[in-house]
């Protein structure tokens, strides 16, 4: 029986994005140490603020300055804190609704354990040391014993009832602070372990011998490289194995100007679609071994392992004449 193949994938990037009226206000806020909800037209207090009303989707921009400490409504205990997450030692993931607030905010709790836990506990926020205008400027919430018990249902009759104790109503404030914050960058990032299927298996096994492994599908005759256990087309599952490559022919390239992190290679070079001999399918490789002006629809290649990879690392023009456009117009 083969070996098992696993490996640790990551896909992450950095998301950019610019911020409306309320989010600006709301995290320039957060970096003043000064927490804003907003308020719609028929009063609730929105925490944190939205720019549209969830229910009429009227405009919303009448904001509150909101109190730093607030009630748990409903948790759950972090036992494993990953990569990214608020704090580094175990912690309650909560839902805070904040006084004055009617709605309530995600956020972490740093608590001894979940034992220390239950629906109602007081809390506040404990700020983070050095702030930008972000929601880790709320570093996380603490438990807090200055405050009244939760006691169930939130209560609204017009006059800012919560939690069944009486609250000062939350002060108008205009959302406007020097330098305000524009646009965050929210870092997007997934870590996961990713297992080969049978197919790629043997395909990834055959590389591992400087051979590539195609399968052939068994209804409309074509070859798939790498195979992926089934037939794109026709939908049925494929098993039978041939030999592909190592040659191919070029049919459609871009010239790559942009040096991507992590990646040891020099710009300008060409990534192209490559259709091995005997494949139906092209697959993509980079090119090289010739300036990368000359790559060409129709070049003739073949693949190049470096010394200990088990993949290609690339392909370089094969000594042959390019290959005419009618033998991979199909491929393109
Ligand atoms: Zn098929």
């Not at 603020?49 to 730093?68: F, K, M, S, W």
């Not at 494949?279 to 290649?301: F, K, S, T």
Request: aromatic fraction near 8%; proline fraction near 9%; include cysteine.
């Amino acid at each position: 029986m083969p070996e098992v193949l696993e490996a640790p994938l990551v896909v992450e990037f950095p998301f950019t994005r610019s911020l409306g009226p309320v989010q600006s206000a709301f995290l320039t806020g957060l970096r003043e140490r000064v927490v804003l909800g907003v308020r719609t037209g028929d009063g609730r207090v929105l925490v944190p603020p939205v720019e549209y009303d969830p229910v009429t989707a009227e405009e919303i921009r009448d904001l509150v300055e909101i109190a730093p400490t607030g009630t748990v409504t409903t948790w759950a205990w972090n036992h494993a804190p990953r990569r990214g997450q608020p704090l580094s030692t175990p912690f309650a993931w909560v839902l805070v609704r904040l006084d004055g607030a009617d709605t309530a905010l995600l956020h972490a709790l740093d608590a001894p354990g979940p034992d220390a836990m239950h629906t109602g506990m007081r809390v506040r926020v404990r700020w983070a040391g050095e702030r930008s205008g972000a929601i880790t400027d709320i570093a996380c919430f603490e438990p807090y014993d200055g405050g009244e018990p939760y006691d169930g249902e939130a209560q609204h009759d017009g006059e800012a009832q919560h939690d069944g104790v009486q609250q000062p109503e939350p002060a108008a404030h205009t959302g406007e602070f020097a330098d305000p914050v524009t646009g965050i960058v929210a870092p997007a990032r997934l870590d996961y372990t990713y297992s080969p299927g049978r197919a790629q298996s043997a395909y990834i096994h055959a590389l591992g011998d400087r051979r590539m492994v195609a399968e052939r599908c068994p209804s409309c005759r074509k070859v798939y490289v790498p195979p992926r256990g089934a037939c794109p087309t026709c939908g049925v599952a494929t098993s039978e194995q041939v030999e592909v490559g190592p040659r191919g022919t070029v049919t459609t390239f871009c010239i790559v100007n942009i040096k991507a992190k992590n990646l040891d290679i020099e710009v300008p070079y060409v990534y192209a679609h490559i259709a091995l001999d005997g494949a139906d399918l092209a697959l993509h490789g980079r090119i090289g071994g010739i300036p990368y002006d000359q790559v060409r629809m129709g070049m003739r290649v073949e693949a190049v392992w470096t010394e200990g990879s088990r993949y290609p690392d690339h392909y370089r023009p094969a000594d042959e004449p390019d290959a005419a456009y009618d033998t991979y117009k199909e491929l393109l």
